[in-house]
């Protein structure tokens, strides 16, 4: 579970989040949407300890994070997985030793023991067979697979996702989609995913929330959306489905 209480963020100035408030369950895919610029891809990054808020409060279950000094917050890092935009690979290094990494850096596990998790967890985004390849030999779908894997190496209690299915096709979109919720259910994670994806929203968007102009402007479930009484929100709806309609005609 994960509290934000009042949480106000700016840049040279310019206030990006204004008393925003919201409450993320476990078990559960949360989803911030909101137009280039709104602010959630700061309100995510803010939850997460990449921005310091100016003032408010971000509670982990009884932890409140935001007071935590820098030790303290790497140390709550490893209960944290972070899928990137692109999944953001390590080129340079194979599959294995991707998943690895967090392994590596936040436990004291023999090499046996990191290989065993890293096994299991390949095998559980269905990643078979692919170990001694490295990133630029795989399908984009694939690295996003790779990029999970690695997210829940350290079997994490909150996993945050920066527009996981940037970049990939419908059906490949899918896959993500569910993969992130299966896991999410299975494992019981409190999930947070920054998304643009109106079919990520509807599919598996258990909690919905709307940013806008900085501010939560709407909040709900994806079975409440297309009848939500908010212009904003439906403006929003309706631009992204047309750029999505406009961009499957294109590719035609």
């Known amino acids: 579970m994960i509290t934000a209480n009042n949480i106000f963020k700016s840049f040279s ?8 408030s919201v409450h993320f369950e476990p078990g559960k895919t949360n989803l911030i949407i909101g137009a280039s610029g709104s602010g959630k891809t700061v309100l995510l990054k803010t939850l997460v300890g990449l921005h310091e808020a ?5 509670w982990y279950n009884d932890v409140l994070f935001s007071q935590l000094l820098f ?19 390590f080129d340079f290094a194979t599959v294995e030793e991707n998943v690895m990494f967090p392994l590596t850096m936040f436990t004291t596990k023999s090499y046996e023991e990191k290989r065993e998790r ?11 067979g692919a170990e001694k390849r490295y990133p630029g030999e795989l399908s984009g779908g694939m690295q996003k697979r790779v990029g999970i894997a690695r997210a829940i190496a350290l079997n ?14 419908p059906n490949t979109s899918i896959l993500i989609d569910n993969l992130i919720r299966e896991i ?6 409190t999930t947070i995913v920054n998304t643009h994806d109106m079919n990520s929203v509807m599919e598996i968007g ?30 929003f709806v309706f631009a992204s489905n047309m750029t999505k309609m406009l961009k499957k005609l294109s590719a035609k």
């Open 156 to 169: 994490p209690s909150y996993l945050f996702c920066d527009e996981p299915n940037s970049g990939l096709d």
């Open 71 to 89: 030790k303290e917050k790497k140390a709550m890092r490893q209960n944290i997985g972070m899928l990137f935009q692109g999944a953001a690979l």
């Open 118 to 128: 890293v096994n299991f967890c390949l095998k559980r985004v269905n990643i078979i």
């Open 13 to 20: 100035g310019k206030t990006v989040l204004e008393d925003v």
């Open 184 to 189: 999410t259910q299975e494992y019981n994670i």
């Open 54 to 58: 100016d003032s408010g409060e971000i």
């Open 206 to 235: 258990d909690k919905v929330i709307y940013i806008h102009e900085g501010k939560k402007w709407w909040e709900g479930s994806s079975a409440d959306i297309l009848d939500a009484d908010n212009p904003e929100l439906n403006n």
